[in-house]
């Protein structure tokens, strides 16, 4: 069955930097789209980023344009999110998910805290 594991949350001060990434498996990774969504304490999902893994285009909030970086590796069946300038804003639970017209799997998240 489909597993998707994030890892790299944590506790970060503004400004700085996290890596996520997401383990998948279960499925054919590299003929996808892979999705980053976040929910911040109190408020809805708000997606964050996308990228199809058969070809590498990738998408992104006006949120987090021009901060984070969505990338995989193929050959190990793994999402990333590379955070860079990071704000209180930012602080939410990350979840991997993945799907073609539609989100079809999700992971358990991984909490990122932005404060000082």
């Known amino acids: 069955q489909v597993q998707l594991v994030e890892s790299g949350g944590g506790l970060v001060q503004p400004g700085g930097s996290l890596r996520l990434s997401c383990a998948a498996s279960?499925?054919?990774?590299?003929?996808?789209?892979m999705y980053w969504v976040r929910q911040a304490p109190g408020k809805g999902l708000e997606w964050v980023s996308r990228?199809?893994?058969?070809?590498?285009?990738?998408t992104y909030s006006d949120s987090v344009n021009g901060r984070f970086s969505i990338s995989t590796d193929n050959a190990k069946t793994t999402l990333y999110l590379q955070m860079n300038s990071l704000q209180s804003e930012d602080t939410a639970v990350y979840y991997c998910?993945?799907?073609?017209?539609?989100?079809?799997?999700w992971g358990q998240g991984t909490q990122v805290t932005v404060s000082s």
């Open positions: 998910a993945r799907g073609w017209s539609q989100i079809s799997n």
């Open positions: 990228i199809n893994t058969f070809g590498g285009s990738t």
């Open positions: 279960g499925f054919t990774f590299s003929n996808d789209y």
